[in-house]
T-cell receptor, first 114, second 112 residues
Framework: DAGVIQSPRHEVTEMGQEVTLRCKPISGHNSLFWYRQTMMRGLELLIYFNNNVPIDDSGMPEDRFSAKMPNASFSTLKIQPSEPRDSAVYFC????????????FGDGTRLSIL | GEDVEQSLFLSVREGDSSVINCTYTDSSSTYLYWYKQEPGAGLQLLTYIFSNMDMKQDQRLTVLLNKKDKHLSLRIADTQTGDSAIYFCAESIDTGGFKTIFGAGTRLFVKA
């Protein structure tokens, strides 16, 4: 079975540019999560969706960050404008909503903002 | 509050057992998980235990849960160099919906 698919795997861009990260969750999973991982701050939950609806976006660092889930098989995380401190690995994960089911992670997007 | 704590580093010799410890604060945990992260990859679910269990064994992995002390451990028997990775402890808590809280991860070094 295909796991969580993220694209691109790597992104290098200059500060001020718009960055869009993409995620395809596991088919049938109805919860989707966006995380950011850095050496300094570890793994941080940015936002999560249940049934395509954003439930908790309290981890989104600033208004420059936005996330959408237009349908059950696709989500985006957008940073506009990007800044060097946004450099990190961004993970998407999905799970079944009920009963504390475990999250399944993609391989992440390594983002470098110059 | 909701918090999961782990030691940051563990170093063991190949062939020895590794024990990675974790403490959590929320007593409403339903499931507790161990994830493994290898370089350049996402977190991979290793094993999980339901909160009404004390122990779970899966090949070289043994998970022990002490619910009274809110302590979870992962034992890896016969540790191999391929076990070198970061291990994350996580708990799922019922807040009306289910929320997963991750620890900061324990980096395991296996010396040949």
């Amino acid at each position: 079975d295909a796991g969580v698919i993220q694209s691109p795997r790597h992104e290098v861009t200059e500060m001020g540019q718009e960055v869009t990260l993409r995620c395809k969750p596991i088919s049938g999973h109805n919860s989707l999560f966006w995380y950011r991982q850095t050496m300094m701050r570890g793994l941080e939950l940015l936002i999560y969706f249940n049934n395509n609806v954003p439930i908790d976006d309290s981890g989104m660092p600033e208004d420059r960050f936005s996330a959408k889930m237009p349908n059950a098989s696709f989500s985006t995380l957008k940073i506009q404008p990007s800044e060097p401190r946004d450099s990190a690995v961004y993970f998407c994960a999905s799970s079944l909503k009920q009963g504390g089911q475990p999250q399944h992670f993609g391989d992440g997007t390594r983002l470098s903002i110059l | 509050g909701e918090d999961v704590e782990q030691s940051l580093f563990l170093s063991v010799r190949e062939g020895d057992s590794s024990v990675i410890n974790c403490t959590y604060t929320d007593s409403s945990s339903t499931y507790l998980y161990w994830y493994k992260q290898e370089p350049g990859a996402g977190l991979q679910l290793l094993t999980y235990i339901f909160s009404n269990m004390d122990m779970k064994q899966d090949q070289r992995l043994t998970v022990l849960l002490n619910k009274k002390d809110k302590h979870l451990s992962l034992r890896i028997a016969d540790t191999q160099t391929g076990d070198s990775a970061i291990y994350f402890c996580a708990e799922s808590i019922d807040t009306g919906g289910f929320k997963t809280i991750f620890g900061a991860g324990t980096r395991l070094f296996v010396k040949a």
